[in-house]
């Protein structure tokens, strides 16, 4: 079965500093992967994924993930933060076959400040 | 409605009583899933409805958690006699195909005391 590694549990950055927030997977299979953003009291909305094709993916608010095959990673980076990212991010991922399940990690706080 | 609905949005219940949930996911969604979020934690998968395929039950932490759902619509989460530790946000999404975008009820709060 697969499952997700958020390396970081809390980042916190100044504002238009870069982050990369680290996400690794485990799958013995190929998989979708999935970058989740939970704003401070709403819900989930989907930030970016990857389902095949070209490994950069670009998504909203400025964010964009690389898929790594050989280092079986995801991470998630943005070039300059803005108060306004403050939020949790949850990689996800679901083996690339109908009906399996997204597994999400434990989610990483990214914290920006002025 | 416009998007994933569930009821009640908060419950308090006593430890040892039973609690039902309710998702009603977006129309012609055929994958259903649950998820379970405590305070301060990641997401944590229970079940996943796919169509008319059996549910992955795999991620149920015990048998006092069950969930049905009736054809591509409703579905109920059951936790018999609960535990505080059942204390969590329980979050319902659908998607129209596996390989799409989740979309997220706004979830229901559950506080056993």
């Known amino acids: 079965a697969q499952s997700v590694t958020q390396l970081d549990s809390q980042v916190p950055v100044f504002e238009e500093a870069p982050v990369e927030l680290r996400c690794n997977y485990s799958?013995?299979?190929?998989?979708?992967l999935f970058w989740y953003v939970q704003y401070p009291n709403q819900g989930l909305q989907l930030l970016l994924k990857?389902?095949?094709?070209?490994?950069l993916v670009k998504g909203i608010n400025g964010f964009e993930a690389e898929f790594n095959k050989s280092q079986t990673s995801f991470h998630l980076r943005k070039p300059s933060v803005h108060i306004s990212d403050t939020a949790e991010y949850f990689c996800?991922?679901?083996?690339?076959?109908?009906?399996?399940?997204?597994?999400f990690g434990k989610g990483t706080t990214l914290s920006v400040s002025s | 409605g416009a998007g994933v609905s569930q009821s009640p949005s908060n419950k308090v219940t006593e430890k040892g009583k039973d609690v039902e949930l309710r998702c009603d996911p977006i129309?012609?969604?055929?994958?259903l899933y649950w998820y379970r979020q405590r305070l301060g934690q990641g997401l944590e998968f229970l079940i996943y409805?796919?169509?008319?395929?059996?549910?992955?039950k795999s991620g149920l932490p015990s048998d006092r958690f069950s969930a049905e759902r009736t054809g591509e619509s409703v579905s109920t989460l059951t936790i018999q006699r609960t535990q505080q530790e059942d204390s969590a946000v329980y979050l319902c999404?659908?998607?129209?195909?596996?390989?799409?975008?989740?979309?997220f009820g706004e979830g229901s709060r559950l506080t056993v005391l």
């Open positions: 409805f796919q169509g008319n395929s059996a549910p992955d």
């Open positions: 799958s013995s299979v190929s998989v979708y």
């Open positions: 129309s012609g969604h055929t994958a």
């Open positions: 999404a659908s998607s129209l195909v596996t390989t799409g975008e989740l979309f």
């Open positions: 990857y389902l095949s094709g070209s490994t």
């Open positions: 996800a991922v679901s083996e690339s076959q109908a009906g399996t399940a997204l597994i």
